[in-house]
């Protein structure tokens, strides 16, 4: 347990200390004017307290990502702690930040809009589609999940000969999504999220306990122990582990929400609480649910045989240690998590969306009837992605999210490096997330299916020759005085 405990207090110093570093290496300027107060349209861009925007912030980039993520992850043993504590802090952390506060002094623009500003128009148009295709699989990942659980809960209560329950379950679902995505701000997502936010902290802090009162046994992290113990061979530590836990350390997904925050925010000193700490938070709960699953099956081995006789099923493990250790109030919060806490990122996926595609077209979404231009058609095409498989889904959201992570970070870099800054605080985590990125591609089943010995040393090629792009760019950008 003292790995676990050390984790947590690194976590926790490393946002009153990492994250003033970020802060003041960004140069926050608290007289300047906020988005939220020069373009208030009582719709996307609204000021609210740093509390909600905290909670909303939160709830947005968690979800079930650092739960489902972080159980997938301690099946390859407690270097998922590793992944876990320095990818929050030196990637996640800086990449939330960044992709919200670039937003911020950019008028509240979403991502595509950002990155194309500091990396070309040919990545803007690029960014814009590949942003949109993401948030699509998103969303329709977050109907698909709740939407099989809530069919196994509920039954055959379907009784129209042409739609069965799952598509029921579906339909409601994308009511709700519809209604969430078209209205303003602080009607639903600013009133229900803290409360979902809260539920999943409460479920996380009531594991937290319930380890130190069983006197859990989490595995500790020494030099045997630091090493790949997935049960499937073809399961590499890297860089499937950099891939499975996405939210508990970093994830792309986070900045295509961060936008959505940054209309809110009334002034600059709010974007480390809000930004910065939602990541720390997230990763923390993460921890614990990593924890959590390597301690209550008895170990790692024990957990790859339970997981792999329940198909790997994340969900059937967050029923089951909450059953046990947090009795039938945790058996409560376990459905509520796996159902509600999906559900809520799947509709800011697609209000983010709608946001992206209105910064665009330039359509002006004061008015509810533009709202619904958009909208409309966006679920109409999410509608026929939940036909596919849902294994296919999964596996290519997996990959794309890390890939606009990594180009959200070199973004990052890019703009510290043209203002004079310390770069190396994106640039060394852009780094490392392209060569995690491009070998993963070259060795996952859904990609080229090559062997480590080629997919390393290409992934290494690649992350060199961006790292030499980067600085040849920037010192012509430099000599040119632009």
């Known amino acids: 347990m003292i790995t676990f405990l050390l ?20 140069d926050i300027d608290t007289t300047r004017e906020t988005p939220a107060l020069t373009k208030n349209d009582g719709v996307d861009y609204m000021p609210l307290p740093t509390w909600r925007i905290f909670m909303i912030q939160f709830l947005n980039i968690a979800g079930l990502g650092p739960i489902f993520g972080a159980i997938l992850g301690a099946l390859y043993g407690p270097s998922a702690f590793l992944w876990i ?16 506060m670039l937003s911020l002094r950019h008028g509240g623009a979403s991502i595509p809009e950002v990155v194309g500003h500091y990396m070309g128009n040919g990545i803007r148009q690029f960014m814009r589609l590949f942003s949109v295709i993401l948030l699509l699989l998103v969303g329709v990942v977050f109907v698909l ?38 209205l303003p701000i602080d009607k639903i997502i600013g009133k ?29 992290l020494t030099t045997t122990t630091i090493r790949n113990q997935h049960s499937q061979p073809d399961h590499f530590l890297y860089p499937m582990l950099f891939i499975t836990i996405a939210c508990g350390a970093i994830s792309g997904f986070h900045s295509t929400q961060s936008p959505m925050m940054a209309r809110c925010l009334t002034n600059e000193s709010q974007g480390r609480p809000v930004f910065f700490g939602a990541m720390i938070t997230e990763g923390a709960v993460a921890l614990i649910w990593a924890a959590a699953a ?41 459905i509520l998590g796996v159902v509600a806490c999906p559900i809520t990122s799947g509709d800011t996926a697609f209000r983010s969306a709608r946001l992206i595609i209105a910064d665009v077209t330039k359509l002006n979404q004061k008015a509810i009837s533009l709202r619904l231009v958009i909208t409309l058609p966006l679920f109409a095409v999410a509608w026929w992605v939940t036909r596919l498989e849902f294994g296919t889904i999964w ?38 997330m392209s060569a995690v990125c491009t070998t993963y591609i070259l060795i996952a089943p859904e990609g080229f299916k090559l062997g480590t010995r080629i997919a390393y040393p290409i992934g290494i090629i690649v992350a060199v020759s961006l790292s ?15």
């Open 192 to 220: 229900i999220y803290p409360l979902f936010g809260a539920v999943l902290l409460i479920m996380a802090l009531g594991l937290f306990f319930a380890m130190i009162a069983y006197g859990a046994p989490i595995p500790e």
């Open 294 to 334: 390597m301690s209550f099956f008895g170990g790692i081995e024990s957990l790859n045989s339970a997981m792999a006789e329940n198909g790997n099923n994340a969900a059937w493990a967050v029923q089951i240690i909450c059953n046990s250790w947090l009795g039938k109030i945790g058996g409560a919060l376990a």
């Open 395 to 432: 596996r290519y959201f997996g990959f794309s999210n890390q890939l606009l992570a990594t180009l959200v970070l070199w973004t990052a870099a890019i703009y510290l490096r043209h203002q004079h800054k310390n770069f190396w605080i994106a640039f060394l985590p852009a780094i490392f």
């Open 85 to 100: 504590v320095f990818g929050s802090i030196f990637a996640g952390s800086v990449h939330d930040y960044f992709s919200g």
């Open 145 to 182: 999940g709740p939407a099989k659980i809530l069919t196994g809960l509920s039954g055959n209560v379907a009784s129209f000969k042409a739609l069965d329950t799952f598509d029921l379950w579906v339909i409601l679902i994308f009511v709700y999504y519809i209604a969430a995505t078209i």
């Open 7 to 26: 984790s947590l207090l690194t976590l926790l110093v490393a946002y009153f200390i990492y994250g003033r570093l970020v802060e003041r290496i960004f």
């Open 468 to 482: 030499l792009v980067f600085f040849l760019k920037s010192a012509r950008t430099q000599k040119s005085g632009t």
